[in-house]
């Protein structure tokens, strides 16, 4: 039970929802241990296979880190959330599952960090994106000067984290910062269609293939290629690529068995 969060487990998938709509479902410090908590049980749990992540409340995503106890960090303090909340986020990008961003609205600072993390980010409409920090005095410190950059390019992370100005789903799609747009209304359904589908593939290949795609862009073409080359090998040992194989040939559905 947690007190921020709503998880609800429907296997093969769950949902994650940051549970502060008063607040606009800012990220407190109880909120960041609690999503650390949640998401290390759903990694290790063998029925989930895709989570959707997303906030309470018709209004944000998450807004943010919570300013009220931002206002009273000094640089240990500062510091030590930055970290904390970096290492949260470095567990959901490596959970080896798909996560699913659903921003219905706000995705400010920590929350547009958060999204970030995230394998795939699926926006309403009447969602609005971006790094305010700045005009708080301080930068984003949950991953937004690292992961932004690499989602839409230095110059227009740059402008977006200088200006600290917020811009609407249109132009986050445009700018390739979401992977999709919905109607309000259509949101959950679209990430949890997306969320389903993806846990019907082979959990193995689909954790291999994140590997691959996430620590390729960390290093060098050369030594993403030989770890893609080594992760096919490890796919060509399991059980699904055998039933994969197989039942392309046989003309029917495979079924994997996630070995
Ligand atoms: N923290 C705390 N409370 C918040 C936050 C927040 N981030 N955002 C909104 N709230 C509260 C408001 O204070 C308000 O509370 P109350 O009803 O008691 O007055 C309530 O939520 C509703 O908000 P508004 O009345 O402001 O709603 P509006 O529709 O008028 O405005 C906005 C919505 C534009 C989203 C506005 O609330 C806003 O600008 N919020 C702050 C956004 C922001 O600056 N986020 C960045 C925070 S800093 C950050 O994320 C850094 C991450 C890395 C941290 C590293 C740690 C050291």
Not at 121 to 134: D, M, T, Y
Not at 164 to 192: K, Q
Not at 199 to 225: D, I, N
Request: proline share 3%; aromatic share 6%; with cysteine.
């Amino acid at each position: 039970m947690y007190e921020n969060l709503l998880v609800e487990k429907t296997p093969p998938c769950a949902v994650v929802t940051v549970n502060r709509p008063k607040v606009l479902n800012a990220l407190n410090r109880k909120t960041v241990e609690e999503l650390d908590c949640a998401f290390f049980e759903l990694g290790r749990d063998p029925e989930v296979k895709a989570v959707v992540l997303t906030g309470a409340g018709e209004k944000s995503f998450i807004a943010g880190a919570d300013i009220n106890e931002l206002a009273t960090y000094d640089a240990t303090g500062g510091a030590a959330f930055a970290k904390h909340g970096q290492a949260v986020l470095d567990r959901i990008e490596n959970l080896g599952k798909p996560v699913i961003a659903a921003i219905g609205g706000y995705a400010l600072g920590g929350g547009c960090e958060i999204a970030m993390a995230c394998h795939i980010r699926i926006a309403s409409r009447k969602a609005k994106l971006g790094q305010p920090e700045i005009n708080l005095g301080v930068i984003p410190g949950f991953g937004g000067t690292q992961r932004l950059a690499r989602l839409v390019g230095e110059g227009r992370a740059m402008e977006l984290v200088l200006t600290g100005d917020s811009i609407d789903a249109e132009e986050a799609y445009r700018l390739g910062l979401i992977n999709r747009l919905t109607a309000p209304e259509e949101l959950m359904s679209v990430a949890r269609d997306l969320a389903k589908k993806l846990a019907g593939k082979g959990a193995l290949a689909v954790r291999y293939a994140m590997e691959a795609l996430h620590r390729g862009l960390q290093g060098t073409l050369a030594e993403g290629l030989n770890r893609e080359a080594n992760l096919f090998g490890l796919c060509c040992a399991t059980q699904d690529k055998l039933e994969g194989t197989r039942a392309f040939l046989e003309k029917r559905p495979a079924k994997f068995s996630d070995r």
